[in-house]
């Protein structure tokens, strides 16, 4: 007898990889290993320690401080500390004036250089390339070079120990300006533009329908950026105004060091109170920031 041989194929091996393996190539679910686990973990707990370092301190004694080895967990002394922070260095005033200070300077940039950044961007005139590269310029020229004729001007305005003083220099600049002007360029289509001012649209309504939703990503990113910057400054806030006038955290903060031998500890508390604003806006806005500057990365 002979023996007869099918002609069906032999079946296909299953695609399904084995477990514990993930998916393959385009939808494949990527796992950490544990060398990824450990290697987040250190940089967590590195960007942690010194808020960390700064919370044990302020609830210690300016002695303890002082000995060797220092505390490496809490006291007793941190709302002692802290009072006293906020009495010494007229901490409600500060933290007030810098929320205005930089919440301005924010919105001021976020405006001014969006719409600086879609006409460098998308719009034709006359030495634009020019204007854009003098713009750019500007980001090499130090900070200190500028404090004396500044000085010199808000002075003759009578702006000194002022708030307006430490805004109005900082309402745009030139890396708000770049920053839009790029991503424009690629996040924002010309032919929108153009179906727009075939509607009838104003440049102003252009800018209000048109750009502001398109540049939206990119503007919670600036703003953040820029608060965060603003709140953080201290070359400029500690030339132009006083501690006992209209000081910024910072400027209230550089008061607390002052004296023969500056309490360690109560530094330590005024400037866990000028941290902890930032730390509950970022626990606040910061999943509404992320997904911006996801949404953005997925139009671009």
Do not use: C
């Not at 044990?56 to 009072?83: K, V």
């Not at 310029?137 to 808000?154: D, E, K």
């Not at 600036?222 to 709140?231: I, N, P, R």
């Not at 004296?259 to 330590?268: C, E, H, L």
């Amino acid at each position: 007898m002979t023996a007869t041989v099918s002609s069906r194929p032999a079946p296909a091996p299953p695609l399904t990889p084995p477990p514990g393996k993930g998916r393959s190539r385009a939808g494949r679910q990527l796992h950490g290993g544990k060398i990824t686990y450990a290697v987040l973990i250190l940089f967590t707990l590195g960007s942690l320690f010194p808020l960390v370092w700064t919370a044990i301190a302020a609830s210690r004694t300016n002695t303890r401080l002082a000995e060797t080895p220092p505390p490496f967990w809490f006291g007793g002394n941190l709302f002692a500390n802290l009072q006293t922070a906020w009495s010494d260095a007229n901490m409600g005033a500060a933290l007030l004036n810098t929320t205005v200070v930089a919440g301005t300077i924010a919105l001021g940039t976020v405006l001014f250089s969006t719409i600086a950044g879609f006409a460098f961007a998308k719009l034709r005139f006359r030495f634009k390339n020019l204007l854009l590269m003098l713009t750019i310029g500007t980001m090499m020229v130090p900070p200190q070079l500028s404090v004396v004729p500044l000085y010199m001007m808000i002075a003759k305005l009578e702006w000194t120990d002022r708030l307006q003083a430490v805004i109005l220099p900082a309402l745009v600049s030139a890396f708000g300006v770049f920053f839009m002007r790029q991503y424009l360029s690629q996040a924002l289509p010309t032919e929108l533009i153009e179906a727009a001012r075939m509607d009838g649209a104003s440049s102003l309504r252009i800018i209000w329908h048109v750009v502001f939703p398109a540049a939206r990503p990119a503007m919670a990113v600036l703003g953040m950026l820029t608060f965060v910057q603003a709140w953080n400054d201290f070359f400029w806030p500690i030339i132009a105004l006083t501690q006992t006038g209209n000081p910024t955290v910072q400027v209230a903060l550089a008061g607390l060091g002052r004296g023969y031998i500056p309490d360690q500890s109560v530094i330590m508390a005024g400037a866990l109170l000028g941290t902890l604003p930032l730390l509950i806006a970022f626990v606040l806005f910061g999943k509404q920031i992320v997904g911006g500057i996801m949404q953005g990365a997925v139009k671009g």
